[in-house]
């Protein structure tokens, strides 16, 4: 069992930067590959990007390369997203999810959200 606690998010201008952090419960915390999803309202929820379990491996969504940074340190069971350059479509619920295999499908394991938005 798995258990995630998302912080970081809030209101912004176009432009600006955020870092969003998820806790993680659990002494295993480096067997699983994380990922950040969003879902904005009125959309399913999408892959925003991923990291690999060592932290060797990254994936991100075509629409936030180059702006996102996903990044984790397994000592303090957390993982992170820097979001710099953010855009009003940006705006979403960012949830964290924990997933036992490296791919963009979502695992099992999901945080309760942390809002975004930006403001034009």
């Known amino acids: ?5 998302e912080s970081g998010g ?18 295993t915390f480096g067997n699983y590959a994380m990922g950040w999803f ?12 991923l990291i690999s379990g060592s932290g060797g491996s990254t994936n ?3 629409s936030v390369k180059g702006r996102f940074t996903i990044s ?5 069971n957390t993982v992170y997203l820097q979001m ?7 705006t979403a ?5 924990a997933n036992r295999r490296l791919a963009v499908r979502p ?8 809002q975004v938005t930006v403001s034009s």
């Open 107 to 114: 695992g099992e394991y999901w945080g309760q959200g942390t």
């Open 38 to 49: 969003r879902q904005a309202p009125g959309k399913e929820r999408e892959f925003v990007a």
């Open 72 to 76: 984790r340190d397994n000592a303090k």
């Open 10 to 27: 809030g209101l912004v201008q176009a432009g600006g930067s955020l870092r969003l952090s998820c806790a993680a419960s659990g002494r």
């Open 93 to 97: 619920v960012y949830y964290c999810n």
């Open 60 to 62: 991100y969504a075509d």
């Open 84 to 90: 710099n350059s953010l855009k009003p479509e940006d």
């Open 1 to 5: 069992q798995v258990q995630l606690v």
